[in-house]
């Protein structure tokens, strides 16, 4: 079983990973950061069994949901963001003058920056150990967040998740707008009950 991660925004790689490797310990796993290739990274390292996304990586795929349709009919959307800013009225909670406010701090004190994000989604200790990511990245990342949508309905077969108490998402906004997905209880951004609960559906 070869499953593809596509990891959210800030994510490190180290982090995501033990707590995919804790659910899904024999299989093999490639995991791939928010960036602007991507897509041509997971097409060249295929082929996979299963595509899964985590919050900015689920808006990637569904931006490119016909090619990953055609890579593998298994994908799972962990945090979907249908798009980010309240505004937009999908399902984000975090308006857009937040995110430009957190483009602005980053420049200027990327550590702190990223610490008050991690915080604020209850990503506890993912950056603790890690190097601040590229700022290019992150300014690459948030400009997705700010400015793409993906419009409902899901692509068929995809499976997605949310937690009920996610910081950054409305799960009640987004089970309206997708009743396929499954809210998770007792669960947040956090993609580790996320992830156990895409791997009890798996089959």
């Known amino acids: 079983m070869r499953i593809a991660w596509i990891l959210g925004w800030a ?3 180290a982090w995501f990973s033990a707590h995919v490797r804790a659910v899904f310990p024999h299989a093999e796993h490639g995991f791939f950061a928010a960036s602007p290739t991507w897509l041509a990274q997971v097409c060249a390292s295929g082929p996979w069994d299963a595509i899964a996304g985590h919050s900015l990586g689920t808006l990637l795929l569904l931006k490119e949901a016909r090619t990953v349709s055609r890579l593998t009919p ?10 980010f800013p309240s505004e937009a009225g999908l399902g984000g909670k975090v308006a857009g003058t937040q995110v430009k406010y957190l483009v602005r701090w980053l420049k200027t ?3 702190a920056a990223l610490a ?7 990503l506890s200790h993912c950056g603790a150990e890690s190097m601040p990511a590229p700022l290019g990245l992150l300014q690459w990342g948030l400009e997705r967040l700010a400015t793409e949508r993906a419009d409902p309905p899901l692509p068929a077969g995809w499976r997605a998740y949310v937690g009920r108490t996610d910081a950054l998402l409305d799960a009640p906004k987004l089970a309206g707008l997708l009743p396929s997905i499954t809210c998770v209880d007792d669960a947040t951004h956090h993609p580790e009950a996320l992830i156990r609960a895409w791997a009890a559906d798996f089959s």
């Open 116 to 122: 008050d994000f991690y915080m604020r989604a209850g």
């Open 109 to 111: 004190d990327r550590p």
């Open 11 to 13: 994510v490190p790689e």
């Open 74 to 83: 298994r994908v799972a959307l962990l945090a979907p963001v249908l798009a």
